[in-house]
């Protein structure tokens, strides 16, 4: 079984700063990508829009400069979101608009996450007109959807977690009150997430990663298989059958968004960074979730392929890379650990060709 598909942008990754970012680059054009979303949980943050860098922050301006020096030159678009700070004010949206290089704003939970701390709450961009810009202005909201501040049963229980209780107590509230802004909720790992997408207006979208499609917290805890911690963490198996129904579905508001975030340390004496890297292996891992078949090839392609530029506006390659249903051991170009290597897998189910 051979299936042809165009080259798909990845809308969610994080390639960092530094030497290491155009390996990162190039794992993700290996795996036939066309474009990338580029996180901007960097150190410092990329928490302003023109300009040059600082020893505080960077500028949206200058990393996509960098990027383009580290290959995405190769990629056909490049989007790296404003990180929500403090600091961020409307006329940053207004101006950044204006210029063509403000494309999207990423919400970062306060503590919530890796290099996340120079986020604020929601309230900070609800009251100071940031959101109202960006509405105004059609500047797309990537949203972490996790409740800050939460610990022991609140943050991870039976009952409910940090995202449970973002999407049922923060998010109606939020679109409600700007019904026309355009949210992407990232990495979603809920069935509360998935029903509450599906349910709100076609400005409402997610991106899911391979990693929620396909395993839950037994998983990562059995052998305590620490290159499958990432935030949010993966859940349980009624949340991972949502997940997947929702991205075999051909829903336009679902599609892929890889969270491939490199670690040069994973695991320390006293904690884990969270983050899988997926770079050189994400499609094939799509591909063993869905269970790529001639039946459901349809939705494969709008979920990996379409969806996502759809929402973004953006063109559909007319490029395209194969996926071949035969085991393959990719090396990635980067030093960093493959998922499947960091769960103790030799091969992919699936081969991937340019
Ligand atoms: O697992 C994660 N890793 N989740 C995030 O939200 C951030 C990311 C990273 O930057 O390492
Ligand atoms: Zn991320």
Redesign the pocket.
């Known amino acids: 079984m051979i299936f042809e598909l165009p080259k798909w942008y990845d809308l969610h990754v994080?390639f960092r700063q530094g030497d290491s970012m155009a390996d990162y680059i190039q794992d993700h054009l290996n795996m036939g990508c066309c474009g990338a979303l580029a996180?901007p949980?960097t150190k410092p943050p990329v928490s302003h829009v023109h300009g040059k860098n600082t020893e505080e922050y960077w500028t949206v301006e200058s990393y996509l400069k960098d990027m383009e020096s580290a290959g995405s030159k190769a990629f056909d678009d490049i989007i790296a979101p404003l990180y929500l700070t403090n600091a961020t004010t409307k006329d940053m949206i207004i101006e950044g608009t204006k210029s063509g290089i403000l494309r999207a704003c990423k919400y970062y939970p306060p503590h919530g996450?890796?290099?996340?701390e120079h986020g604020a709450g929601l309230d900070t961009y609800i009251n100071n007109g940031v959101f109202a810009a960006m509405s105004d202005a059609g500047i797309v909201l990537n949203i972490?959807g996790e409740e800050h501040g939460l610990s022991g049963e609140e943050y991870f229980g039976e009952q409910s977690n940090a995202e449970d209780s973002f999407y049922k107590n923060h998010m109606p509230q939020l679109v409600e009150k700007f019904p026309n802004l355009k949210i992407v909720c990232e990495?979603i790992t809920t069935k509360t997430a998935v029903d509450f997408v599906k349910n709100s207006g076609n400005n409402i979208a997610a991106t899911i990663t391979p990693q929620h499609l396909l395993y839950t917290v037994a998983d990562l805890l059995q052998g305590l298989k620490y290159h499958l911690y990432?935030?949010p963490l993966v859940k349980f198996e009624k949340d991972r059958t949502a997940l997947l129904e929702a991205a075999k579905s051909g829903n336009v508001k679902f599609f892929a968004g890889t969270?491939s975030?490199p670690?040069t340390t994973k695991a320390t004496a006293c904690g884990c960074?969270?983050?899988?890297y997926t770079g050189g292996i994400a499609p094939q891992l799509y591909a063993d979730a869905f269970n790529l078949n001639e039946d459901n090839f349809d939705e494969f392609k709008k979920f990996l392929c379409l969806n996502g530029p759809q929402f973004y506006g953006i063109p559909v390659s007319n490029k395209t890379f194969t996926l071949t249903k035969k085991p393959s051991q990719p090396s990635v170009a980067s030093g960093a650990i493959p998922l499947h290597i960091g769960l103790g897998q030799k091969n992919l189910a699936w081969t991937l060709t340019l």
């Open positions: 994080h996180m949980n996450t890796t290099n996340s972490h990495h990432c935030l969270d975030a670690h960074a969270a983050g899988c």
